[in-house]
């Protein structure tokens, strides 16, 4: 079975006081290697997965500058990111702190 390419790891988020996703923090890929930590505003994060990119929900493993521990992909439906699983009626990305 094939690894599915991965764009971006989400890290980190901080809502706005009305829910919405206001900033992000993540890891993002360059070919083979993966920058250092980026922070994005909604606008960007939305533009990229309307793209095609693909982020999921994860952490980068401690010493191991490559590879991460990812949980469910983050998506753009009916005006609102949630992680795969979740509910469209508002932002909400399960399992992800806040900072």
Known sequence: MARTKIDGVVEAVRYTPGGE???VRTYERH???W???VMLERKDLVERLQKGK????GERKEFLGS???????VRYVNQHLV?????AAQDRLVGVPIF
Not at 54 to 57: A, F, G, L, Q
Not at 67 to 73: D, H, I
Not at 83 to 87: K, V
């Open 21 to 23: 996703v206001a900033l």
């Open 31 to 33: 070919g083979v290697v």
């Open 35 to 37: 920058s250092d930590r």
């Open 54 to 57: 693909r982020y999921m929900i």
């Open 67 to 73: 590879v991460f521990n990812t949980g469910p992909a």
């Open 83 to 87: 992680a795969d699983g979740g509910a």
